[in-house]
C-alpha cells in the first residue's frame, strides 16, 4: 500500500514558479506527476524513478518542469517555471508499486500506476 498526498498549489501569474511537494508513505518502484484540466483528459507530466534517479518529461513540459525526489524517498517535488496560463490544471502524485517490465526505465502512462493522491489545483493567469 502507497499513500499519497500532495500540495503545494495555488495561483501564479504566467512567468511565475510553483513547487509541488507529493508526501509518499510506501515503497514505489516509479513515481509520476500527471494533470487534469476541466474537460480534458488526465495527461503525464513527468516520471522519476527513485534509485536511480531517471527522469522523464512530456514534451509541453520540457525545459521548464523539474521532477525530483529526497534521498530518503517520502517526497517528490515537480518544480514548476515559467508557467503559462495552459499549465492550469489538477495535478496529481501517482505511484507504481509493482515492478516495471525488463528494460522499461519509467512511465507516463496513467494505467501503470496503482496508487493516486487527491490533487492539489494550480492556476495560471494571464
Known amino acids: 500500500q502507497v499513500k499519497l498526498v500532495e500540495y503545494g498549489g495555488g495561483s501564479v501569474q504566467a512567468g511565475g514558479s510553483l513547487r509541488l511537494s507529493c508526501a509518499v508513505s510506501?515503497?514505489?518502484?516509479?513515481m509520476a506527476w500527471f494533470r487534469q484540466a476541466p474537460g480534458k483528459e488526465r495527461e503525464a507530466v513527468a516520471s522519476?524513478?527513485?534509485?536511480?534517479?531517471?527522469?522523464l518529461y512530456a514534451d509541453s513540459v520540457k525545459g521548464r518542469f523539474t521532477i525530483s525526489m529526497d534521498s530518503a524517498r517520502t517526497t517528490v517535488y515537480l518544480e514548476m517555471n515559467s508557467l503559462k496560463p495552459e499549465d492550469t490544471a489538477m495535478f496529481y502524485c501517482?505511484?507504481?508499486?509493482?515492478?516495471?517490465?525488463?528494460?522499461?526505465?519509467?512511465?507516463?502512462?496513467?494505467?501503470?500506476?496503482?496508487?493516486w493522491g487527491q490533487g492539489t489545483q494550480v492556476t495560471v493567469s494571464s
Open positions: 510506501g515503497y514505489s518502484n516509479c
Open positions: 501517482a505511484a507504481r508499486q509493482r515492478p516495471l517490465p525488463s528494460g522499461v526505465r519509467y512511465s507516463l502512462n496513467s494505467n501503470d500506476y496503482e496508487y
Open positions: 522519476i524513478r527513485p534509485v536511480r534517479g531517471w527522469t
